[in-house]
Antibody, heavy 121, light 110 residues
């Protein structure tokens, strides 16, 4: 069974930092590209970042470019999101989402349950 | 302000057919596949339609997707009470080099 479990969310002051983690199991993590997607309270989904299986290609949304860093450790089956210079508007539930190459959809096939990040003084 | 435009709400009665629209531009819907996700309250999204009109295994054939130019639609036929939830469209945007989503549509089954 595919499982994605996010952790690391919490309350942080504006300007602060947080590191989110996503532990993957039930599939060959090292073969799949991964994404972070967030959802502000009562709002729609917003894609944050993408990383290929080998970390060779990385993309960021303009809203987080220069402040957030996506990374992965294939040996630990884990995805990360380092968030610096946090702003009020970064408050959201952050989901990790997997694109499973074998599924052939090239969409977000599996999602974690999300971790809440609250930026507030 | 989402890059893709969806109506914030839609409604229908049981058994009815409803459609939800998703409008974009040439750099996203116009040149890439459209995806639809459903999201029950308090839960993570789930892939509903991929590559414009394909259904993952387990998704009933009551759900269908279509695309024309820079717009797409999700159709739900034989509406059921359990279809009352949020629906989001998405596409890759070549200009932004990233995924873009619609603002989501809340479907109410009257």
């Amino acid at each position: 069974e595919v499982q994605l479990v996010e952790s690391g969310g919490g309350l942080v002051q504006p300007g602060g930092s947080l590191r989110l983690s996503c532990a993957a199991s039930g599939f060959i993590f090292s073969d799949q590209s991964m994404n972070w997607v967030r959802q502000a309270p009562g709002k729609g989904l917003e894609w944050v970042s993408y990383i290929t299986s080998s970390s060779s290609i990385i993309f960021y949304a303009d809203s987080v470019k220069g402040r957030f860093t996506i990374s992965r450790d294939n040996a630990k089956n884990s995805l990360y999101l380092q968030m610096n210079s946090l702003r009020d508007e970064d408050t959201a539930v952050y989901y990790c989402a997997a694109v499973i190459a074998a599924a052939g959809t090239w969409g977000f096939d599996y999602w974690g349950q999300g971790t809440l990040v609250t930026v507030s003084s | 302000q989402s890059v893709l435009t969806q109506p914030p709400s839609a409604s229908g009665t049981p058994g009815q057919r409803v459609t939800i629209s998703c409008s974009g531009r040439s750099s996203n819907i116009g040149s890439n596949f459209v995806y639809w996700y459903e999201q029950l309250p308090g839960t993570a999204p789930k892939l509903l339609i991929y590559k414009n009109n394909q259904r993952p295994s387990g998704v009933p054939d009551r759900f269908s997707g279509s695309k024309s130019g820079t717009s797409a639609s999700l159709a739900i036929s034989g509406l059921r009470s359990e279809d009352e939830t949020d629906y989001h469209c998405a596409a890759w945007d070549d200009s932004l080099s990233g995924w873009v989503f619609g603002g989501g549509t809340k479907l109410t089954v009257l």
